[in-house]
């Protein structure tokens, strides 16, 4: 939150920055050489494949964006772009910033250190699991596995449950099928009303445990016309 205690720190309200619902923080391909810390609000990762746009990833207070940059000795390539799913309050630092907090205010580094450390531990945590989804040899299997994968990692809460963005062109990217398969077992989840469909790609689910009732075999193997 905006209140919070680093938000108050003099040398870090100097790199307090805030962004709209909509609002760019960086765009792919960019040269990057800051870390943001997300201090109040949430920011969706968006890469570009093919000249088609699907959110990667959702990053929210108290975790970290961009943090390769403090490990580079020159701007690198932003990965993907980070674009404000709300109203945003960030503070962007350097390197040079962070070895200033080192030397000037030890216990704010060390606060940030341990934030940048917990951002990493989720990140493996959620690759691994991702990496652990994607070897079932059943597509279906990895389908599932991916969208309890994406709800556990990515979603939102709304008025109805939880909220995450589905697209199949990057599920099908992601677990090496056809859009056309993973279009029908969507359907198939929303037909079982474990999802419900909305605009944009987003579904959403009463409890995302849910999925965890749904077998495999409930989904038909696709045939292409």
Sequence with gaps: MKNDSLAQNPFLKKLARTFDRGDVIFEQGDPGNTVFLILQGSVNLIAKRSQKESIIGSVSAGEFIGEKALLQDKPFPRFCSAVAAESVFVIELGATQFAQLEKDAPAVFNVLLKKAFKTCIQRLDASNQLVSCLRNYDPRKRFLDYVKYVFAHFSQPNFSGRMALLSDEDIAF????????????????????????????????????????????????????
């Design 174 to 225: 992601q677990i090496g099928c056809s859009s056309d398969e993973v279009g029908e077992w969507l359907a198939t989840l929303c037909d079982l009303n474990i999802l419900q469909a909305d605009q944009n790609h987003s579904y959403t689910t009463q409890d995302e445990h849910l999925l965890d009732s749904v077998s495999f075999e409930s989904l038909a193997q696709y045939e292409a016309a």
